[in-house]
């Protein structure tokens, strides 16, 4: 937990010194990509954290996904012609959807310990809209840099240095959870 808040920390201070706005593609992607193996090759390499992952509640690795209601504001952002259509809308749209279902899931409690294939469905759906995400942003990026700078800016700018790569290892995390699950007696 400690770590995960200096991550956080680290996070907010960039973005206010502005050292996610110096960032040029592809700079931003490899440092979603390598945040989101640093964490997933931690929680395979270090037994500890491992053990704590694999214990941990899974109504808290998907209550983490309500932050994805952050989808409002990619609409409000390309409202504004901070964010472009291709982006902000699909992704918008699609994170507010899968924000909504992980109430659902959440609210569902005991049915998903018995039926982890709603667990399993709403996984596969909230991974591919993140992956989805993440490529369209690094594309759109790629192609016209400018086009994506209000992810460089705080508050966004804690989304590709904290949030995304949490949100995804997280669905990798449901992945091997429900696999332990499935082998269960």
């Known amino acids: 937990m400690l770590v995960g808040l200096v991550w956080l920390l680290v996070a907010?201070?960039?973005?206010?010194?502005?050292?996610?706005?110096?960032?040029?593609?592809?700079?931003?992607?490899i440092l979603v990509l390598a945040l989101t193996g640093?964490?997933?090759?931690?929680?395979?390499?270090?037994?500890?954290f491992r053990r704590w992952l694999m214990d941990l509640d899974w109504r808290v690795i998907v209550g983490l996904h309500l932050s994805r209601f952050v989808g409002v504001d990619f609409l409000w952002q390309y409202r504004r012609?901070?964010?472009?259509?291709a982006f902000a809308v699909p992704g918008g749209i699609g994170?507010?959807?899968?924000?909504?279902l992980a109430c659902g899931?959440?609210?569902?409690?005991?049915?998903?310990?018995?039926?982890?294939?709603?667990?399993?469905?709403?996984?596969?759906?909230?991974?591919?809209?993140?992956?989805?995400?993440?490529?369209?942003?690094?594309?759109?990026?790629?192609a016209e840099p400018r086009s994506m700078a209000a992810l460089q800016r705080l508050p966004l700018?804690?989304?590709?240095?904290?949030?995304?790569p949490l949100i995804i290892a997280s669905h990798i995390l449901l992945f091997a959870r429900l696999r332990r699950w499935r082998r269960a007696p």
């Open 157 to 164: 700018s804690v989304l590709p240095t904290f949030l995304v």
């Open 81 to 85: 012609g901070e964010l472009p259509y």
């Open 12 to 29: 907010i201070v960039a973005g206010a010194i502005g050292a996610t706005q110096r960032l040029q593609p592809p700079g931003p992607q």
């Open 105 to 142: 899931v959440l609210a569902s409690g005991r049915t998903v310990a018995r039926r982890p294939h709603l667990l399993l469905a709403w996984n596969a759906l909230g991974c591919a809209d993140i992956l989805y995400v993440v490529l369209t942003a690094a594309r759109l990026a790629l």
């Open 38 to 48: 640093a964490l997933v090759l931690g929680g395979w390499a270090v037994a500890s």
């Open 95 to 100: 994170d507010v959807v899968i924000a909504l």
